[in-house]
Every structure is written in structure tokens, then in C-alpha cells.
């Protein structure tokens, strides 16, 4: 990554790397603080932290309804968003 910065023990990448662990709150104690401290310490990762948080929230939310003609697709996605939640192995083909 271009230009990272090293905030509090943690270079920009790691951080990024790992933001879905500590968004679904699987992150040991001490690793989140450090994590946070990074958050809070760097601009960039801050702001791309919020807009990933807020991204993966309002997908999270979708409801059927909320695809229009897109129904299939919307099911697709929510299938595999449940999928990598669970960090199950995508299926063949999909």
C-alpha cells in the first residue's frame, strides 16, 4: 500500500486487513485497542474505516424489497456476504 503510515504498532495494510474481524467483534482484547489507536491516529484509515463500516452495515440491512427487479441478484449477494460472515468456503462456480 502506497504511502502507509505506522500508528500505533500497526502499518495502514494490517489494519485494513483486518477491519471485518474488528467490525464482527472477532479481534482479541488488546489487538482492538491497537487497532483503534491506528483508527484514531490516521486520517485515511479513518475515513476509509467509516465508509466500509457504513457499507457493509446497509448491506447487512438489505431486504428482498430493497432490489427491485434485481431480486436474484440481491439473494446472491446476501448468500454470500452470510457465507463470508460464517468465513465458510465459497461454492463451486459462485
Given at each position: 500500500?502506497?504511502?502507509?503510515?505506522?500508528v500505533?504498532?500497526?502499518?495502514?495494510?494490517?489494519?485494513?486487513?483486518?477491519?471485518?474481524d474488528?467490525?464482527d467483534g472477532e479481534?482479541?482484547?488488546g489487538?482492538?485497542?491497537?487497532?483503534?489507536?491506528?483508527?484514531?491516529?490516521?486520517?485515511?484509515c479513518?475515513?476509509?474505516?467509516?465508509?466500509?463500516?457504513?457499507?457493509?452495515h446497509?448491506?447487512?440491512?438489505?431486504?428482498?424489497?430493497d432490489?427491485?427487479?434485481?431480486?436474484p441478484?440481491?439473494e446472491?449477494?446476501?448468500?454470500c456476504?452470510e457465507?463470508?460472515?460464517r468465513?465458510?468456503?465459497?461454492?463451486?462456480?459462485?
Amino acid at each position: 500500500m502506497e504511502n502507509e503510515r505506522n500508528v500505533a504498532g500497526m502499518r495502514c495494510g494490517e489494519v485494513l486487513a483486518e477491519l471485518s474481524d474488528y467490525l464482527d467483534g472477532e479481534m482479541a482484547p488488546g489487538r482492538v485497542a491497537q487497532v483503534v489507536a491506528h483508527l484514531q491516529g490516521c486520517d485515511a484509515c479513518e475515513r476509509f474505516g467509516g465508509a466500509f463500516t457504513a457499507a457493509l452495515h446497509s448491506l447487512r440491512h438489505l431486504e428482498p424489497g430493497d432490489a427491485g427487479d434485481g431480486a436474484p441478484a440481491f439473494e446472491r449477494l446476501r448468500t454470500c456476504l452470510e457465507r463470508a460472515t460464517r468465513r465458510e468456503p465459497p461454492e463451486a462456480g459462485g
